[in-house]
């Protein structure tokens, strides 16, 4: 069965399924979640938040519609929540636009993460808001109309913001080996 057949079962009702979308997705989650934060805990909680909210919110999936951007829509606002909770004396959009704090989140990234140090730690560096775009469209692989669906953007809009994310993290790369920009 695909991950709409599933869902859809889920939806009707049969929710031990929904544990053939965790061991699908659960990794895939993580990983979204631990480039977005830089921490595992963090991220492990904001996986287990996601599939408690798919099966509130169960009702609101619809078959004829990619499960796939509907579970990424759910993470989102999972995360801009997780958010909200741990700054709330910040403004969400400015959370979304601050770039992270390092230290941290660097030392977790190089032990646990099989990919290029330097890439992620670029990646990092990145404000909230070009990661989430960047990690959607191009990790995840979502379609810019699905992400634009999800920020409540525009296809075009999204396009800009991909380009200058790649831009930005492509400057940040090669600062960090040293090289021009």
């Known amino acids: 069965m695909d991950d709409t057949e599933v869902m859809t ?3 009707e009702g049969r929710v031990e399924m929904l544990a053939i979308l965790f061991e699908r997705h ?7 979640f631990f480039r977005l ?3 595992p805990g963090p991220s492990e909680d904001l996986v287990q938040e996601v599939f ?3 099966l509130k919110y169960r009702q609101s999936y619809r078959p004829e519609a990619p499960f796939v951007p509907w579970m990424y829509g759910i993470a ?6 997780h958010l909200k909770c741990q700054r709330p004396d910040l403004p969400l959009e400015d959370q979304l636009h601050e770039p992270p704090d ?21 990646l990092s560096r990145l404000p909230m808001a070009k990661r989430e775009v960047l990690l959607l469209s ?6 810019y109309q699905d992400v634009a669906n999800l920020t409540n953007s525009t296809v075009g809009a999204i396009k800009v913001q991909v380009h200058r994310a790649l831009k930005d993290l492509r400057r940040t790369f090669l600062a960090l080996q040293g090289g021009a920009s």
């Open 9 to 11: 079962r889920v939806r």
């Open 26 to 32: 659960h990794a895939r989650l993580f990983g979204f």
């Open 37 to 39: 934060t830089g921490q």
């Open 52 to 54: 408690l909210r798919m």
């Open 76 to 81: 989102r606002n999972a995360h801009l929540h």
């Open 102 to 122: 390092h230290a941290e989140g660097i030392d977790t990234r190089l032990e646990r993460e099989h990919h290029v140090a330097l890439l992620d730690q670029a």
């Open 138 to 143: 191009r990790r995840e692989d979502l379609t």
